[in-house]
Structure formats: C-alpha cells, structure tokens
C-alpha cells in the first residue's frame, strides 16, 4: 500500500530561525494536504495541493508539490513561538488520505 | 455548530473488555474515518466509510470493527481490547477526500 515518509521526526529551532519539513510518498499523488497539530490537540487543515509543481503561500508559511507528484515540502520563514506543534502532510490514496509519521517543530524563544 | 463530536474522551478498559467509541458529525460529510496516533506513528488509518451503510478498511484495522447506519454517525468497535490498543483515537469526516475535520480525540487505556 501507498507510504508517506516526513523528514525530519523533530526540529527545534530558535525563534526567527527557518524551518522546512519534508514529505514523500512511494505512489504519485492526486493531492497532498498538509496539517497543523497543537500539543495535546486534535489536526487542523492547512491547505491543499492539487497541481504539478504547485506552490501555494499563506502568511509566513510556503507549500510546495513536487513536479512528479510524489513529494511536497511545507517551509516556515521566520518562525513563532505560535508555530509550535506537529505537522503532518496526507497523501490521497483512493478516497482516503493517509497521514505522513509527522514532523515535531520546538522553538525556542 | 459542534462540528465532529466524539465520545467518550477517556477510557480505560481491562484486557478483553469490549467497547464502543462514538463518532458524530453535523456537517452533512459523506466520508468519514477513524485514525489512532501514537507517540512517532503519526496517525494511522484504521476503518473509513465514503457513505452510509458503506465501510471499508484502513492501514491497521485488525482488532476493530465500524458501522455506519447513519449518515451522521461512525462507530468504532473493539470486541476484545488489548494492551497494543492503547492509543488516542481521532474521528474525522470529509466531503469527498477535501479538508478533513477532526473531533478532539478519545483517549484509550487498555491495562
């Protein structure tokens, strides 16, 4: 079945530093979507792509889908204290999505 | 507007006791799923169901069962709970495979 691997696990950044996490899946995607998890609480949509080579921006936070369709990175410019969580890209896999493992952003102030 | 409500939120079960989690959503959703997350696993489709009276299976179903009698409603069963279930279940609906919404979450404790 259809895999969604997200590098790297955990990143701990100062605040103002960058932060980008990556997400790659073993079978071409129709879409990828991306989401925001808070410590001790419930994923929250973020965006979704649909097209090749797709780059979508929102606020400080930039989404990318790969020309081949089977990757997708999610980059933070100037991180927050706000950005704190778990991010998660979903890959679409015939009226399911399945959930990458997750990458735990810390920022320190 | 409650969006996807699950219930219970906490639950602690002995080894071989069954039970129900409880999925509703008021948005009118065709599709709806049943995730469990733990901790370096991210979530992990368990059952889904693309409409009423329709069920399928996820990446890890085995242990579980679901039922979608109503458009609404999305059950999750466990018939003979284990230890390995303990986990923090997620429910979400969707239209179609577009954004989906998540309940809070129901922890589970299996000892």
């Known amino acids: 079945g259809q895999q969604v691997m997200q590098i790297p696990q955990y990143q701990h950044v100062q605040e103002g530093e960058d932060f980008t996490t990556y997400c790659n899946s073993s079978t071409t995607l129709s879409n990828i979507q991306w989401y925001k998890q808070r410590p001790g609480g419930h994923p929250v949509f973020l965006i979704q792509?649909?097209?090749?080579?797709e780059v979508k921006k929102q606020k400080r936070l930039t989404f990318q889908f790969g020309e081949a369709k089977k990757n997708s990175s999610l980059h933070i410019t100037a991180t927050q204290t706000t950005d704190v969580g778990t991010y998660f890209c979903a890959g679409d896999d015939t009226d399911k999505l399945i959930f990458g493992t997750g990458t735990r952003l810390q920022v320190f102030p | 507007n409650a969006g996807v409500t699950q219930t219970p939120k906490f639950r602690v079960l002995k080894t071989g006791q069954s039970m129900t989690l409880l999925c509703a959503q008021d948005m009118n959703h065709e599709y709806m799923y049943w995730y469990r997350q733990d901790p370096g696993m991210g979530l992990r489709l368990i059952h889904y169901?693309?409409?009423?009276?329709?069920?399928a299976k996820g990446e890890v179903p085995d242990g579980y069962n679901v039922s979608r009698l109503k458009k609404q409603n999305f059950l999750l069963g466990l018939e003979s709970a284990a230890p390995s279930q303990t986990s923090v279940y997620f429910c979400?609906?969707?239209?179609?495979?577009?954004?989906?919404?998540f309940g809070e979450g129901s922890r589970l404790t299996v000892l």
């Open positions: 169901s693309v409409g009423e009276g329709t069920t």
């Open positions: 979400a609906s969707s239209e179609n495979t577009g954004e989906l919404f």
């Open positions: 792509l649909v097209k090749s080579g």
